[in-house]
């Protein structure tokens, strides 16, 4: 892809927690260029969630450039990769008592060829900021959110709602997993910037806190900044954000 991309990611374990089960990983593949950002969020207790969460992103990034020299469409790439997780989550869940009913969220993010590609399962979120707004380009995947779809509550409802942490989807969740692949590609402009994050930071900061703080910062500021302020109100889960930013990065003067 012809874009510079600036990226930055940070995962912390939080103030409440003893154990990060989130799980984050990046690459920028040689051969095609392509960049590749998962971010996830185990389900099932602290050692079975970050074996979840751990499986999931790296089966996930395999899998998609194994896939490279076949003739499969960028789309059956995502959904395989996914479903392949999905499929090992399963299996080591079967082998291993003490992990059973284990799962995980992902979200994931590819810029390939000047666009960009978004597939999720669950509540891990991704954002695009593009001409001063922030907009939301992932659907939670929760019991809340469907009961907002379907008229039951407001939107000041579903973000307190106790079920709003309940996952109707998620890897590990089902044999089968129906992953939500964006279909229609967004083609990337200069500053367009994308954040990738589990919900240990959008249950403590809204949309327009997210966009305040990362518009006007260099990507590794704004990641620092996110996690300190998610701490800073209580740290209840484990925080982990991801931003990539289209072209040069922000340079702050003193």
């Given at each position: 892809?012809?874009?510079q991309?600036?990226?930055?990611?940070?995962t912390d374990?939080?103030?409440?927690r003893?154990?990060?089960?989130?799980a984050?990983?990046?690459?920028?593949d040689?051969r095609?260029g392509?960049?590749?950002l998962?971010?996830?969020d185990?389900?099932?207790?602290t050692?079975?969630?970050?074996?979840?969460?751990?499986?999931a992103?790296?089966t996930?990034?395999q899998?998609f450039f194994?896939?490279?020299?076949s003739?499969l469409?960028i789309?059956e790439?995502l959904?395989?990769?996914?479903?392949e997780a999905?499929s090992?989550?399963l299996?080591?869940?079967?082998?291993?008592?003490?992990?059973?009913?284990?799962g995980?969220?992902?979200a994931v993010?590819?810029?390939a060829d000047?666009v960009?590609h978004?597939?999720h399962?669950?509540?891990?979120?991704?954002?695009?900021?593009?001409?001063?707004?922030?907009?939301?380009?992932?659907?939670?995947?929760?019991?809340?959110?469907?009961?907002?779809?379907?008229?039951?509550?407001?939107?000041?409802?579903?973000?307190?709602?106790?079920?709003?942490?309940w996952?109707?989807?998620?890897?590990?969740?089902?044999d089968e997993?129906?992953?939500?692949?964006?279909?229609?590609p967004i083609?990337?402009?200069?500053?367009?910037?994308f954040?990738?994050?589990?919900d240990?930071?959008t249950?403590?900061?809204r949309?327009?806190?997210?966009f305040?703080?990362v518009?006007?910062?260099?990507?590794?500021?704004?990641?620092?900044?996110?996690?300190?302020?998610?701490?800073?109100?209580?740290?209840?889960?484990?925080?982990?954000?991801?931003?990539?930013?289209?072209?040069?990065?922000?340079?702050?003067?003193?």
């Amino acid at each position: 892809m012809r874009y510079q991309v600036s990226i930055a990611h940070r995962t912390d374990t939080g103030r409440e927690r003893q154990e990060n089960q989130d799980a984050i990983v990046y690459i920028c593949d040689e051969r095609s260029g392509d960049h590749l950002l998962i971010v996830a969020d185990g389900l099932g207790g602290t050692a079975c969630g970050q074996i979840a969460s751990q499986l999931a992103v790296q089966t996930i990034r395999q899998s998609f450039f194994n896939q490279y020299e076949s003739n499969l469409t960028i789309y059956e790439r995502l959904n395989n990769s996914i479903s392949e997780a999905n499929s090992l989550i399963l299996q080591r869940a079967t082998r291993d008592r003490h992990c059973r009913g284990m799962g995980s969220t992902c979200a994931v993010l590819l810029l390939a060829d000047e666009v960009a590609h978004i597939a999720h399962a669950g509540d891990s979120r991704i954002y695009l900021i593009r001409n001063g707004r922030i907009k939301q380009l992932t659907r939670d995947h929760t019991r809340a959110q469907r009961m907002l779809d379907d008229g039951l509550i407001t939107e000041e409802e579903a973000e307190v709602h106790p079920d709003r942490d309940w996952l109707d989807r998620a890897l590990g969740l089902r044999d089968e997993i129906n992953p939500e692949i964006r279909t229609d590609p967004i083609h990337l402009l200069e500053k367009d910037t994308f954040v990738a994050c589990t919900d240990g930071l959008t249950n403590l900061m809204r949309d327009e806190e997210i966009f305040s703080i990362v518009q006007n910062a260099p990507v590794a500021h704004a990641c620092d900044a996110l996690i300190a302020l998610a701490n800073q109100r209580g740290g209840h889960d484990n925080i982990t954000v991801a931003i990539a930013r289209i072209g040069a990065d922000i340079t702050l003067t003193f």
